[in-house]
């Protein structure tokens, strides 16, 4: 059972590099000069692609927990630091409709992680991931809205021997609730997500966060 946790937890480092795979964002921006903080926790569910004996049904769960910060810097325009086990990621997010109860942002994220290849090793595998993402938001009402958020991960890593890219579309559905559902301020936002690595393992997330 240890050897088969290993390589799941092998096949996880080797395909996502410890990505990120929350939204936990609307699609409304902060106003400038304001800024708003969040943590959330995180079940990720993997069943890394040949890998069938971890688990009753060949399923393996692990749990990540994030730390955010943001803030607006212009009219329609907000930036972001988040903070996760190993990696660390920056991004910012551009408002381009707000109409009724929807609106419509686009955002983009760059992480960084650096991973020793071994305890007795001083080479290091680096890992560059960019999050282009469109989110969705539908303001049911002043306290409650549900944001679509369509991504996909572009995984780079590259060690001395070897370089290599892994792409990770998905799509995560976040819940805004409380008094800052409809703009900034406090909330939580529970959190589903499915994202399928090309040609590997496929993942189910689920999350809770709270922003403040």
Same mark, same amino acid.
């Given at each position: 059972?240890?050897?088969?946790?290993?390589?799941?937890?092998?096949?996880?480092?080797?395909?996502?590099?410890?990505?990120?795979?929350?939204?936990?964002?609307?699609?409304?921006?902060?106003?400038?000069?304001?800024?708003?903080?969040?943590?959330? &926790?995180?079940?990720?569910?993997?069943?890394?692609?040949?890998?069938?004996?971890?688990?009753?049904?060949?399923?393996?769960?692990?749990?990540?927990?994030?730390?955010?910060?943001?803030?607006?810097?212009?009219?329609?325009?907000?930036?972001?630091?988040? &903070?996760?086990? &190993?990696?660390?990621?920056?991004?910012?997010?551009?408002?381009?409709?707000?109409?009724?109860?929807?609106?419509?942002?686009?955002?983009?994220?760059?992480?960084?992680?650096?991973?020793?290849?071994?305890?007795?090793?001083?080479?290091?595998?680096?890992?560059?991931?960019?999050?282009?993402?469109?989110?969705?938001?539908?303001?049911?009402?002043?306290?409650?809205?549900?944001?679509?958020?369509?991504?996909?991960?572009?995984?780079?890593?590259?060690?001395?021997?070897?370089?290599?890219?892994?792409?990770?579309?998905?799509?995560? &559905?976040?819940?805004?609730?409380?008094?800052?559902?409809?703009?900034?301020?406090?909330?939580?936002?529970?959190?589903?997500?499915?994202?399928?690595?090309?040609?590997?393992?496929?993942?189910?997330?689920?999350?809770?966060?709270?922003?403040?």
């Amino acid at each position: 059972m240890k050897k088969a946790f290993s390589v799941v937890f092998l096949a996880i480092v080797s395909f996502t590099g410890c990505s990120s795979l929350t939204t936990m964002q609307t699609a409304n921006v902060i106003a400038p000069g304001e800024t708003e903080s969040g943590v959330a &926790l995180l079940q990720n569910r993997v069943l890394p692609d040949g890998v069938q004996s971890v688990g009753a049904d060949g399923n393996v769960s692990y749990y990540t927990m994030e730390f955010t910060y943001r803030r607006g810097v212009a009219d329609k325009l907000d930036m972001g630091f988040k &903070l996760y086990p &190993l990696a660390a990621e920056i991004d910012a997010k551009y408002q381009f409709i707000k109409t009724g109860r929807f609106a419509l942002s686009g955002n983009f994220g760059v992480a960084y992680t650096s991973l020793a290849q071994g305890s007795e090793s001083n080479e290091k595998t680096n890992f560059v991931d960019f999050y282009p993402t469109v989110l969705i938001t539908y303001h049911v009402g002043q306290n409650f809205s549900l944001t679509v958020a369509p991504k996909t991960i572009f995984a780079y890593y590259s060690d001395s021997n070897m370089r290599g890219l892994n792409v990770i579309p998905g799509v995560t &559905l976040t819940a805004a609730i409380g008094g800052g559902a409809a703009g900034q301020g406090f909330k939580l936002m529970p959190e589903l997500g499915y994202y399928s690595i090309v040609g590997g393992a496929s993942f189910a997330t689920l999350g809770l966060g709270m922003t403040f």
